[in-house]
């Protein structure tokens, strides 16, 4: 990690995805002690490093549109304006460009900053290695859901998007439409992840549901930050589209999904499960 004056991330929230990140994202914007870029979910190191996200392909209109929505907010500050300008002055998806997003004022003025990008959790050893490299040995969260349950949730999000027919998707080509055996593929990640981080917080995706604020003091306390008092904290953030699945597709799913189960029972024990649901 370099010893220049750059603003970076204390903390990454990696995953999984449909596990619950955009609520975290939104619950910790309203910590007067935590930052978070106007942007959930950058894709730096999953545009150069997720081979299976597919990333290259999609990252950079996400990126374009996310940077409109900033332009386009009404109540811009001429710190705002400044910051815009910096982000713009980089080509996007570059490091220097990454490191600008953490360059506003307000994050000066936060004690720990941070970024959410749930894709992070599937990217190669080589890609988490580049993390610790530019970030130093920073915090991880993760949020763990259960393993079918996300896949499901995934594959309907997926096909809501695309508009692809649902009954047209089975198990012979569920895995051309949707990515989703790396997504949460704990038992190959975690302990890749593991190799090069030393502080890594994993909350069950029910707990969202359950005991959203003791969640969130957790988190707090794991970030060394005072506990904070969130509003809509029981709120439903980005609920999927009803889809029905074909009962191929999801025994595929759940065919898919069996070894994780194995490996985090080993990992966490029964009563984290429980509370993955």
Not at 75 to 94: F, H, M, Q, R, V
Not at 128 to 155: H, N, Y
């Amino acid at each position: 990690m370099s010893s220049d004056n750059t603003v970076r991330p204390d903390f990454l929230c990696i995953g999984a995805q449909k596990a619950g990140t955009s609520w975290l994202y939104d619950m910790l914007r309203q910590h007067p002690d935590i930052w978070l870029p106007d942007i959930k979910e950058v894709h730096y190191y999953d545009y150069h490093f997720g081979e299976g996200t597919g990333a290259r392909q999609w990252a950079p209109k996400h990126i374009e549109n996310a940077i409109n929505r900033i332009k386009s907010k009404s109540n811009k500050t001429s710190s705002d304006l400044a910051y815009i300008n910096g982000i713009e002055l980089n080509e996007p998806l570059t490091k220097e460009w990454y490191f600008s997003l953490f360059n506003h004022v307000e994050a000066y003025n936060r004690s720990v900053k941070g970024e959410i990008t749930p894709e992070y959790s599937a990217i190669s050893e080589a890609g988490i290695k580049k993390i610790k490299e530019d970030l130093g040995d920073i915090k991880i969260i993760w949020l763990v859901r259960d393993p079918v349950s996300r896949a499901i949730s995934q594959a309907k999000m997926v096909l809501n998007r695309s508009g692809i027919d649902a009954s047209t998707v089975d198990n012979t080509n569920i895995d051309k439409y949707v990515r989703y055996k790396g997504r949460a593929d704990y038992l190959q990640n975690m302990p890749l992840w593991e190799k090069y981080f030393s502080q890594i917080l994993y909350l069950p995706y029910g707990d969202i549901k359950r005991a959203p604020l003791a969640l969130l003091g957790k988190v707090s306390e794991f970030l060394n930050v005072e506990n904070h008092t969130y509003e809509g904290a029981s709120k439903v953030i980005h609920r999927t589209k009803p889809t029905e699945l074909t009962t191929s597709a999801v025994d595929m799913l759940v065919k898919d999904s069996a070894p994780q189960y194995d490996f985090l029972e080993d990992k966490f024990g029964s009563e984290f499960m429980e509370r993955i649901k």
